[in-house]
């Protein structure tokens, strides 16, 4: 776009970021091409990361008129907006917080082999960013036909396995080209790695419900998990935890409390026998007289304590869910329960 003008403006509030991983061949690109030339009434800002799909946007997509094909932006006629940021995603971002636009959510893009983590956390990492922009969540794209030959290559296993155990949803796609017997393996493996993960089936990478893909509701139940633990790995387990006093509101005092409740979590599970790989939680906060609610991710070692928007969970209610290795519910409930206070 040639000027300010042209640019709409982006509204105060912090815009969620999805990231959007998947192996070779899973359907990402065919997912993308649907995300920003479909009428789904979202203005979604799209960051791809592997230039043959940015080359592939003026042949395929429709710009708008005014639109140059070399500009760093390009604005499709459904409102979205795409860039192809080439490993500079950073940059890339930087560049949609300085443009005035209102938009609903940015999708970042992965390359095939990359992993999602690192991208995933520079929005706790980087200042600037997290003061715009929020984690919803990560979103992975599955081969249901391949998955199966992936995770028994020596060369991609890893790779494979590791877009899968971070994901907050799976897209189980080519429903359409697989056996009945296919989707069901496919979904066994991915189970297998990552039993809290939602499932969604979809052909052509089209799915029923985008805004369900993309606006992630981190603050499950644990009623809704309890049958997960049906499907535990060897080397992975789930924990859900819930906090709830009816009669006095259980609360921490201040966000440096969760902060503590991360790092025992994180850097002294060696200590305690266990390693937490990801972690959700929606924890209640009494401070100054005024109750909030505080969001907490961690991906590996890094973790992020916001407050939470655009969910509801009950009041007083604290929620946790811990996916890693010889988990042991017990001492993870203590870690959560000695900073959670009766309030009144």
């Not at 030959?149 to 494979?160: A, F, G, I, R």
């Not at 080519?174 to 393996?185: G, H, L, T, Y």
């Not at 991915?190 to 979809?202: D, G, L, T, W």
């Not at 440096?256 to 266990?274: N, P, T, W």
Request: glycine letters at 6%; aromatic letters at 6%; charged letters at 25%.
């Amino acid at each position: 776009m040639s000027s300010e003008e042209e640019c709409p403006e982006l509204i105060s509030a912090r815009v969620p970021v999805t990231v959007l991983t998947g192996f070779l061949g899973s359907g990402k690109t065919t997912l993308l091409h649907y995300i920003l030339s479909a009428n789904h009434q979202l203005r979604i800002a799209v960051i791809v990361n592997e230039f043959e799909f940015g080359k592939t946007i003026e042949k395929g997509l429709t710009l708008k008129s005014s639109q140059k094909s070399d500009d760093e932006w390009l604005e499709l006629n459904n409102g979205c907006m795409c860039c192809t940021a080439q490993s500079q995603t950073v940059k890339a971002l930087e560049s949609f917080m300085q443009r005035k636009g209102t938009f609903d959510l940015i999708l970042v893009e992965t390359s095939g082999l990359a992993d999602p983590g690192p991208i995933a956390s520079m929005f706790w990492q980087d200042k600037a960013l997290c003061g715009a922009l929020y984690l919803s969540g990560i979103v992975t794209l599955v081969d249901a036909v391949n998955i199966n030959k992936y995770l028994q290559d020596p060369d991609v296993q890893k790779e494979t396995a590791r877009q899968i155990l971070v994901a907050d949803k799976v897209i189980l796609n080519k429903c359409d080209i697989s056996s009945a017997e296919q989707q069901q393996a496919a979904l066994e493996c991915v189970r297998q790695i990552n039993p809290i993960a939602e499932v969604i089936k979809s052909d052509h990478s089209r799915v029923p419900n985008l805004r369900e893909i993309l606006f992630i509701d981190t603050t499950r139940t644990a009623p809704e998990l309890q049958h997960l633990h049906e499907h535990q790995h060897s080397s992975i387990t789930v924990v859900s935890l819930e906090f709830f006093d009816p009669e006095r509101t259980l609360a921490v005092n201040s966000k440096r409390d969760v902060d503590a409740i991360c790092k025992e979590l994180l850097y002294k599970g060696q200590e305690y026998g266990f390693e937490v790989v990801r972690c959700k939680a929606a924890i209640w906060r009494y401070e100054d007289g005024v109750y909030s609610l505080l969001q907490l991710q961690s991906i590996g070692e890094l973790f992020d304590v916001t407050p939470m928007e655009g969910q509801s969970v009950p009041f007083g209610c604290t929620r946790a869910l811990v996916l890693g290795k010889a988990l042991d519910e017990e001492k993870l409930r203590s870690i959560f329960a000695q900073y959670l206070k009766p309030t009144k």
